[in-house]
């Protein structure tokens, strides 16, 4: 991949996952029922308790996960642990038990062990899915095997349940399989959800993986979607409607974010993952100018995240094979 194609991917990821965690944090939680009567659609930003066109915890740590790569050409589990704690901003919106481990991390608590102070098999949560991208992008010649150590590597330090890593290594891979398309091709959807169910080592996710062929071969509505999944918070009842919208909407970027937000429940986190997907394909030239405008652009806003795209982008070819 050539470097000016290769910094449009990083870019289009980074920022388009901003753009879908910043237009989903005013309806998250909320039902794509109640968003539909509130608002009809939401396709701009709308004013919440962060801010108008702040992001979430989901950007901070993608951006501290990104920074830590940058820093070491690849992943270490110590290095990101230690940028996760010294990018925390508690008013971005992390959960409890997010804040409980970020803090035990910012006192010296060992990495290794953190994953698991609080639940015994740690935390089923979306939170590794959420901030993987940057892995996904940097290890995208990598072999599976590689990339997945990657991945534990990268989320170890909050989130060891077979679940919440599954669903990272799968949002992982499929930012490396879109990354390397042509970009703005129209992907073959249905090969790529059978590739990822190929891999996928968690039986629940592999299920969730068969039900997204099903709805985008039936080319069913985000209330179907919705239905199908929850959209809670759990990484297999998120993931997958991201992976939906991703593919549903493989040809319009600024479409898919949308339908990812308006499916509800944890409506910026899907609509970040959703944006990672259609960024990796589509590259930095799809942006709605409304959106880039309007994002946040503070000391770790908008400029700062195509900065550290571009320089993860920079930082060294491909981590493989």
Same mark, same amino acid.
């Given at each position: 991949?050539?470097?000016?194609?290769?910094?449009?991917r990083?870019?289009?990821?980074?920022?388009?996952?901003?753009?879908?965690?910043?237009?989903?944090?005013?309806?998250?939680?909320?039902s794509?029922?109640?968003?539909?009567?509130?608002?009809?659609?939401?396709?701009?930003?709308?004013?919440?308790?962060?801010?108008?066109?702040?992001?979430t915890d989901d950007?901070?740590?993608?951006?501290?996960?990104?920074?830590?790569?940058?820093?070491?050409?690849?992943?270490?589990?110590?290095?990101?642990?230690?940028?996760y704690?010294?990018?925390?901003?508690?008013?971005?919106?992390?959960?409890?038990?997010?804040?409980?481990?970020?803090?035990?991390?910012?006192?010296?608590?060992?990495?290794?062990?953190?994953?698991?102070?609080?639940?015994?098999? +740690?935390?089923?949560?979306?939170?590794? /899915? $959420?901030?993987? !991208?940057? @892995? *996904?992008? &940097?290890?995208? =010649?990598?072999?599976?095997?590689?990339?997945?150590?990657?991945?534990?590597?990268?989320?170890?330090?909050?989130?060891?349940?077979?679940?919440?890593?599954?669903?990272?290594?799968?949002?992982?891979l499929?930012?490396?399989?879109?990354?390397?398309?042509?970009?703005?091709?129209?992907?073959?959807?249905?090969a790529?959800?059978?590739?990822?169910?190929?891999?996928c080592r968690?039986?629940?996710?592999?299920?969730?993986?068969?039900?997204?062929?099903?709805?985008?071969?039936?080319?069913?509505?985000?209330?179907?979607?919705?239905?199908?999944?929850?959209?809670?918070?759990?990484?297999?009842?998120?993931?997958?409607?991201?992976?939906?919208?991703?593919?549903?909407?493989?040809?319009?970027?600024?479409?898919?974010?949308?339908?990812?937000v308006?499916?509800? +429940?944890?409506?910026?986190?899907i609509? /970040? $993952?959703?944006? !990672?997907? @259609? *960024?990796? &394909?589509?590259? =930095?030239?799809?942006?709605?100018?409304?959106w880039?405008?309007?994002?946040?652009n503070?000391?770790?806003?908008?400029?700062?995240i195509?900065?550290?795209?571009?320089?993860?982008?920079?930082?060294?070819?491909?981590?493989?094979?």
């Amino acid at each position: 991949m050539k470097t000016g194609e290769c910094r449009s991917r990083f870019v289009g990821c980074l920022l388009g996952s901003a753009f879908g965690d910043a237009l989903g944090a005013a309806v998250e939680m909320q039902s794509c029922g109640d968003i539909r009567q509130q608002f009809g659609q939401v396709r701009d930003f709308l004013p919440h308790d962060k801010g108008f066109g702040c992001y979430t915890d989901d950007t901070e740590m993608t951006l501290a996960l990104a920074r830590s790569l940058i820093v070491r050409g690849q992943v270490d589990a110590a290095v990101c642990s230690r940028h996760y704690a010294e990018a925390f901003s508690p008013e971005r919106g992390y959960g409890r038990s997010a804040v409980k481990i970020i803090e035990a991390l910012a006192e010296g608590a060992d990495y290794r062990q953190t994953g698991t102070m609080l639940f015994s098999q +740690g935390s089923f949560g979306n939170g590794a /899915a $959420m901030r993987i !991208a940057p @892995v *996904g992008l &940097l290890y995208r =010649d990598a072999s599976e095997k590689i990339l997945r150590q990657a991945v534990f590597d990268a989320v170890c330090c909050t989130h060891v349940h077979p679940e919440a890593v599954e669903a990272a290594s799968l949002q992982a891979l499929s930012v490396a399989l879109l990354s390397k398309l042509p970009v703005g091709e129209k992907p073959d959807t249905l090969a790529i959800v059978e590739q990822l169910e190929r891999t996928c080592r968690f039986e629940p996710l592999v299920q969730s993986l068969r039900m997204v062929t099903e709805l985008l071969r039936t080319a069913v509505g985000g209330d179907k979607v919705a239905r199908c999944f929850g959209c809670g918070v759990r990484s297999s009842d998120s993931w997958p409607p991201a992976l939906w919208a991703a593919l549903r909407f493989a040809d319009d970027p600024e479409e898919a974010i949308i339908q990812a937000v308006n499916l509800g +429940g944890d409506a910026d986190t899907i609509g /970040a $993952m959703t944006g !990672a997907l @259609v *960024g990796a &394909l589509h590259g =930095d030239g799809w942006f709605p100018s409304r959106w880039f405008g309007l994002l946040e652009n503070g000391p770790d806003g908008r400029d700062e995240i195509i900065s550290v795209a571009e320089d993860l982008a920079d930082s060294g070819v491909s981590v493989g094979p």
